[in-house]
């Protein structure tokens, strides 16, 4: 996994860049209206900690309840804040979208050798994204608004 150490530290290197880009997206997004009144500060730091992390959120010693665990925390606290739940689910999108536009325009994944080792790490990117959504959904249909 020597390729996806390196394709997350290429992630987590240009966490600032993409935290950047994020905010652009989110707040120019038609799909996202609630974002574009929300402070640029808070949802530049709440995008760095996904980038500048990704090997934790990776890495077997997170676990799956964990990552749950801690977008059912998010879910909850984006209901509280005015979010609707759709909104939530496309700032997720966008973060994934983000991270493999990245991957893909530095040209890393040339070889098959490159290709295999990239799936690997998108199919760990893949389950990662998909316990965040799914605990943010219960997280955020448990809450109260």
Do not use: C
């Amino acid at each position: 996994m020597v390729l996806s150490a390196k394709l997350v530290t290429l992630i987590e290197r240009n966490a600032d860049q993409l935290s950047k880009r994020f905010v652009g997206l989110v707040q120019s997004n038609e799909h996202t209206p609630t974002y574009h009144r929300f402070d640029q500060k808070e949802l530049y730091d709440r995008a760095f900690v996904v980038y500048s992390q990704l090997g934790k959120w990776l890495s077997t010693a997170t676990t799956k309840d964990e990552v749950i665990r801690l977008y059912a925390e998010l879910g909850a606290r984006r209901r509280r804040e005015g979010f609707a739940l759709s909104e939530v689910l496309q700032a997720l999108v966008i973060t994934k979208r983000l991270l493999w536009e990245k991957i893909e325009s530095e040209g890393l994944l040339d070889t098959a050798l490159h290709l295999n080792q990239a799936l690997e790490l998108r199919h760990l990117t893949a389950q990662f994204f998909d316990r965040a959504m799914v605990g943010a959904a219960r997280g955020y249909e448990s809450a109260s608004a």
